[in-house]
């Protein structure tokens, strides 16, 4: 059985001192010892290492970055590289957010550096697609899924694949409040197992996680994670309070014990 992933995903939230405060108040409220359930906060870079202080070693919470850039090192003014989130104890990296690709212009190609450079250096990517209103609306949700899933991830190893996530985030339903009905994202989901199953192999497909983003909140959390097809969650506004992000989080953590 895939263990279900919850990802906080901050975006430009919070500085190093309100993440401090928010990360003890956060871990005193979370399920201490979660059974099938991993727990990630993607703070900004700028609040990783206060987090990371705050997390300790043995935390029920794992640290994730929002972005990477390709190379290790060099002139490359504003970046952050892999290397680096793994020195402040990162172990999972978002990719191709549908923010990063609308705002500032990144592509298949470049999303697909991004990701082996993640993978070089031991960071688990979490691959975000997601289709516009208009390509829901002339019926091509199908057709984008499938070409961000090869533009990110072909021609890379089988191991490697076996260690990617994929969020599928429709660009509708981000900060709208406006969720894909749980039909509509068992629908995506399986589209994209199917094509993770050509681009990896079944066996990967079978063990990929998929996870639904856009305006997850705690009152839709439970119906979302009662598909097996759906293994988790990437939160947006909902991650930012205490009170949401740790109640998802209970729920998450006794979602597969009854056996759906
Ligand atoms: P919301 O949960 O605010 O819709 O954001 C989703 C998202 O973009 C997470 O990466």
């Given at each position: 059985m895939r263990t279900i992933l919850i990802v906080g995903n901050w975006k430009m939230n919070k500085t190093a001192s309100e993440a401090t405060v928010f990360m003890r108040d956060l871990l005193a409220r979370v399920p201490a010892q979660p059974a099938n359930l991993e727990l990630v906060v993607a703070p900004p870079f700028t609040a990783l290492e206060s987090v990371r202080l705050v997390l300790g070693a043995s935390s029920p919470i794992q640290l994730g970055a929002q972005d990477l850039f390709w190379e290790d090192h060099g002139a490359y003014t504003g970046e952050v590289s892999a290397p680096m989130l793994k020195g402040l104890g990162c172990r999972y990296v978002i990719v191709g957010h549908s923010e990063r690709r609308t705002l500032f212009g990144e592509r298949g190609d470049l999303i697909q550096k991004k990701i082996r450079a993640a993978l070089k250096h031991g960071l688990r990517p979490i691959l975000c697609i997601g289709e516009t209103l208009a390509q829901r609306d002339n019926g091509t949700t199908d057709h984008v899924l499938t070409q961000q899933v090869h533009d990110g991830l072909?021609?890379?190893?089988t191991e490697a694949l076996a260690t990617i996530t994929i969020a599928y985030e429709p660009v509708w339903a981000i900060g709208t409040g406006k969720s894909a009905t749980v039909e509509q994202a068992i629908a995506a989901h399986r589209t994209i197992r199917q094509v993770l199953a050509t681009v990896a192999s079944p066996a990967v497909a079978d063990c990929t996680r998929i996870l639904y983003g856009g305006s997850v909140t705690p009152q839709n959390i439970e119906s979302l994670l009662a598909?097996?097809?759906?293994?988790g969650a990437l939160i947006g506004g909902a991650c930012l309070q205490v009170e949401s992000f740790a109640t998802i989080a209970t729920v998450a953590s006794v979602a597969r014990s009854t056996g759906v």
């Open positions: 072909s021609g890379l190893a598909s097996d097809q759906i293994d």
